[in-house]
């Protein structure tokens, strides 16, 4: 949940939620709070860090860190709860945001809060100005202490802190980069007996907001997200103070003088580098989306306006959602999506939402609720590693190979679908479920490798966006910086780098994997058959043989799954995909391997029976699974291949037709006699192609050139015919048990069993009586 106003990088991705919210009376939404928790357990993070690169990662923050004990929870969870129920009337919400604030109470509440001395107290802008809410001590307060990058122009806030407690001692630390009025701040310092204004010698930016006072024998802190400003410590939200979120928390040992410094002079503070505070930009828009909804059978949009009069209708991807109900400036908006409807993204999960005046909200942030809310019950690797580097990580691929069995027990047949809804998102939806939506993704084709932020990208530095910070409004262009660089890894060089033993590994295991999956339903087959696929594009067997051999046993398995409608374009387009890298393999073969061919024929006559199913799949299905295939493994332009033509071909012929194309010249005429060119003879040449066609039997090979000799050959007996003059010379040779091969590289034949003179080649063949 973010100010809608302060969102500095678009998310990436559509399966969690990104609740924009607009404060109602115009502050920032300030606070800064993190909640991990089940039913048995709990973690609060209360702090000042934004969810940013600089916020969790590189700036000096602060935050508290509270966590259930056994059957109770701290007093400020109860608290917390009470304070998240109350926001939506606070702040302009949708009404997932509102759900998602009520179950997150629920879980802080459902156990009974622990009463004792000494637990942090909840403080807030909801009803009370926080510095209302700071206990003041009966005892004179020695010291008062502040830390904060942003202090309001004059520094009220800061004059009303050193009124309300009266220190001796005041300490005030500024980061490098800070926002205030040096001047303001110099008048204030002065007021104390004792004033110290220091900086940190760490070049850091230091994010954190705290207020410390002390007394001779006691102290407290206040950290969370209030800057020294009015909008933080003086005003509520209701007068247009920020939303803000901190605890009051007796403490030790004190926290600033805990940091490092060095003292400076506000009248000469050039080493810090101060930015002039400024005051919050006003509301933008007449018209805000605050996001779209993408629901199992439904699309929600909610639109924010400033009074004015609603639009009677939003349009998000040629889907036109209709006003559905209004709760002060705040509109929903929802439709029905036809079955084959599905939003587009690119880089980013937004979308542009059009109006029915013609207006158009870009960057409106889209969320898939059905993947954002379900429990993924066992997530593959991808959901955190890209392909490349799972396969070469034991763990990760351990971990794959968990997710592709967990993903085998979702079986479609056994997926309802009420009337009118649609079976793809049912279907989407389970799998999801079940092992995240990467895997999802990957068994569909449609990946999004988003590149990795270099180090320059997330280091950016000072992030506060209390009152200075200007608003990057939806309806402006928005630029983008300079392009992240692509990590030049793929899954091809990866297993270049394995020694040959962890290829070997690897190869056993992928192996196992398909006899695993035989009778895997057809959402995990979809995932194995695309791996399986880029394994062997990326080379990871060097024989055509070997791969192959593999590949016609993946291809048979998708030939056996039962179908799916839903994912009939999906397993057509592997099918196809399968068939057509399998043919390469046997063309590839620097010996043919009959078995092989003679299952390839098998294989290829039972999808000949489907060819309406392959014809239909989509050419940009089809393009989606073959990219990345390409390489030395199935040629470079096999990505380019018009797989859908390939196929047609491929089914439309015989296995004597790939046969002959196995030899070199030959050719098969209409009448389906097989030419030979002459080799060192005649006869010499039609040995060898009745060699190289022994599955064949009794295939009739002539050559092409003089003296005409035509052949047979069956496995035992081997019938030649040569013209001679005006008739022909037959000779036939019975028993040849050793084959002729030997013979076709020039051993001389043994003395014949019979010879005769027919008229003509099929004379001399029908009058063998066979």
Not at 30 to 58: C, F, M, Q, R, Y
Request: hydrophobic residues 40%; negative net charge; glycine residues 8%.
């Amino acid at each position: 949940m973010y100010d809608a106003d302060r969102l500095t990088q678009w998310p990436r991705r559509d399966d969690y939620l990104a609740l924009p919210v607009v404060c109602r009376a115009g502050g920032a939404f300030h606070p800064k709070l993190v909640v991990i928790a089940s039913e048995a357990d709990a973690v609060v993070a209360i702090g000042s860090g934004n969810a940013t690169p600089s916020g969790w990662h590189h700036n000096a923050e602060v935050w508290t860190m509270l966590r259930s004990v056994d059957s109770t929870v701290p007093q400020v969870f109860h608290e917390l709860a009470a304070w998240l129920r109350r926001l939506p009337t606070a702040v302009w919400m949708e009404d997932l945001g509102r759900e998602r604030l009520d179950r997150v109470a629920d879980i802080l509440t459902c156990r009974p809060a622990e009463h004792g001395p000494g637990q942090p107290v909840l403080v807030t802008t909801a009803t009370r100005p926080i510095i209302d809410q700071l206990p003041v001590p009966n005892t004179p307060v020695t010291s008062l202490a502040v830390a904060a990058p942003f202090f309001d122009p004059r520094a009220e806030a800061l004059r009303r802190l050193v009124d309300r407690f009266g220190p001796t001692a005041l300490n005030l630390m500024l980061t490098r980069d800070v926002q205030c009025d040096p001047d303001a701040l110099a008048k204030v310092v002065k007021q104390a007996t004792t004033g110290v204004v220091t900086t940190p010698k760490s070049s850091r930016y230091h994010h954190a907001k705290i207020v410390e006072w002390t007394t001779a024998d006691q102290s407290w802190a206040l950290t969370g997200s209030a800057n020294c400003s009015m909008a933080a410590l003086v005003k509520t939200m209701a007068t247009g103070g920020n939303c803000e979120l901190g605890l009051v928390t007796g403490t030790q040992d004190p926290l600033i003088p805990a940091v490092p410094v060095q003292e400076i002079d506000l009248a000469r503070p050039e080493g810090l580098h101060v930015r002039e505070p400024g005051e919050r930009a006003p509301s933008g828009g007449v018209l805000r989306v605050l996001g779209v909804r993408v629901n199992a059978e439904r699309v929600e949009a909610t639109a924010l306006t400033d009074g004015s009069q609603a639009p009677a209708w939003l349009e998000v991807d040629g889907l036109r959602l209709g006003h559905e109900r209004s709760d002060g400036r705040l509109h929903l908006y929802a439709g029905v999506p036809a079955p084959d409807w599905s939003i587009r993204i690119g880089g980013t999960a937004t979308v542009c939402v059009a109006t029915d005046t013609g207006a158009e909200i870009r960057d409106v942030v889209v969320t898939d609720v059905a993947a954002a809310l379900s429990r993924i019950d066992r997530p593959s690797p991808l959901e955190h590693a890209s392909l490349h580097i799972v396969i070469v990580d034991q763990a990760h691929l351990a971990a794959l190979f968990e997710a592709l069995n967990h993903l085998s027990t979702v079986r479609p047949d056994r997926i309802a679908t009420p009337p009118g809804t649609s079976r793809r998102r049912q279907v989407e939806g389970r799998i999801t479920a079940a092992v995240g939506p990467a895997l999802l993704r990957f068994a569909l084709g449609v990946d999004r490798n988003l590149p990795t932020p270099a180090d320059d990208d997330i280091l950016d530095g000072p992030d506060d966006e209390d009152d200075g910070s200007r608003p990057a409004w939806q309806d402006e262009p928005r630029t983008t910086g300079k392009a992240s660089p692509v990590r030049s890894d793929t899954v091809a060089t990866v297993l270049d780098a394995l020694t040959a033993g962890q290829r070997t590994r690897l190869r056993r295991e992928i192996e196992a994997l398909v006899d695993t999956s035989q009778g895997w339903p057809l959402p995990a087959k979809l995932a194995v058959s695309r791996l399986v696929l880029t394994l062997v594009a990326g080379g990871l067997w060097a024989d055509p043989a070997d791969w192959s051999e593999l590949l016609h046993w993946l291809v048979l398995q998708l030939w056996m799954t039962d179908q799916e409608e839903s994912l009939n374009a999906e397993h057509a387009a592997l099918a196809t995909i399968g068939l057509v890298a399998l043919r390469s393999g046997l063309d590839r073969q620097a010996k043919p391997d009959s078995e092989l061919a003679e299952q390839f024929d098998e294989l290829r006559q039972a999808y000949a029976e489907w060819t309406d199913w392959l014809a239909a799949v989509p050419e940009e299905t089809v393009r989606r699974y073959s990219t990345g295939l390409s390489g030395h493994t199935l040629g470079v332009l096999f990505g380019q291949t018009d797989f859908v033509a390939e196929l047609s071909w491929i089914l439309g012929r015989s296995a004597l037709q790939d046969a002959v194309d196995r030899l070199t010249d030959a050719r098969l005429d209409s009448g389906c006699v097989v030419r030979v060119p002459a080799g060192r003879t005649t006869r010499l040449a039609v040995l060898a192609a009745l060699d190289g066609l022994r599955d064949f039997p009794d295939t009739q090979v002539a050559s092409d050139a003089e003296p005409a000799v035509h052949g047979w050959w069956n496995g035992r007996r081997l019938l030649l015919a040569t013209r001679t003059g005006a008739t022909w010379r037959a000779v036939m040779w019975s028993h040849l048990m050793t084959g002729i091969a030997a013979y076709s590289r020039g051993t001389p034949l043994p003395p014949p069993g019979r010879r005769w003179t027919a008229s003509g080649p099929d004379d001399a063949f029908t009058s063998t009586g066979l």
